[in-house]
């Protein structure tokens, strides 16, 4: 079945990387999306990764995606505490249901000055 | 131009009361989407609409919750004989066509119920 895990909390220091894990268990996954959610915001797409690619970098976000342990990552480099959000994995399948996402439940980031 | 919005941004019903919110979509997108965000569960499809297709109710918890999107473009999620568990963030999104990675998402309402 779909299901995709997240560790719930990730605590850094201002100026430090970030790195957001993911797991998901459904191989056939056609994209692989991060989300970010501000308090008392919707999701903001940050970026997605298509399952044939191993990486994709913008700006201060490099995703890595390893296909064949189903572990996805999102690092942000020199993090400043306007990244201060949780953060959101989710992935889309091939096929007629291509529309629906699966997210993880969350990971709240904490950027500490 | 405007995003997704989603009214009321707030709610609180009592049990057993019917609720309805509603999601104005981005101008021209043609799918929609909505999803609920609550504690226990996360986030989890509810229910999508893609033009004048059928659409694809697989995600509605119950046959207390219906969805209705009139004229291609406003949707309306309603809830009958509220229950608490129901209380969590409904959020909307749209998109240009049916694909997920062009999903543009509503600030949400929250909805509670006592």
């Known amino acids: 079945g779909e299901d995709v895990e997240q560790s719930l909390f990730l605590s850094v220091r201002e100026g430090d990387s970030s790195v957001i894990n993911c797991t998901y268990t459904?191989?056939?996954?056609?994209?692989l999306y991060w989300y970010k959610q501000e308090p008392g915001a919707g999701l903001q797409l940050l970026t997605y990764?298509?399952?044939?690619?191993d990486m994709k970098q913008d700006q201060r976000l490099t995703v890595l995606l390893n296909k064949k342990d189903k572990h996805l990552s999102l690092r942000i480099a020199d993090t400043q505490t306007g990244d201060s959000a949780i953060y959101f994995c989710?992935?889309?399948?091939?096929?007629?249901?291509?529309?629906?996402?699966?997210f993880g439940k969350g990971t709240l980031l904490t950027v500490n000055p | 131009g405007a995003g997704v919005s989603q009214s009321p941004s707030n709610k609180v019903t009592e049990k057993g009361k019917d609720v309805e919110l509603r999601c104005d979509p981005i101008?021209?997108?043609?799918?929609l989407y909505w999803y609920r965000q609550s504690l226990g569960q996360g986030l989890e499809f509810l229910i999508y609409?893609?033009?004048?297709?059928?659409?694809?109710k697989s995600g509605l918890p119950s046959d207390r919750f219906s969805a209705e999107r009139t004229g291609g473009s406003v949707s309306t999620l309603t809830i009958q004989r509220t229950q608490q568990e129901d209380s969590a963030v409904y959020l909307c999104?749209?998109?240009?066509?049916?694909?997920?990675?062009?999903?543009?998402f509503g600030p949400g309402t929250r909805l509670l119920v006592l």
């Open positions: 999104a749209s998109s240009p066509g049916g694909r997920a990675e062009t999903q543009y």
């Open positions: 459904d191989s056939s996954s056609t994209y």
């Open positions: 990764i298509f399952s044939n690619m």
């Open positions: 989710a992935e889309s399948f091939s096929g007629g249901s291509n529309y629906k996402l699966t």
């Open positions: 101008s021209g997108h043609t799918a």
């Open positions: 609409f893609q033009g004048n297709s059928a659409p694809d």
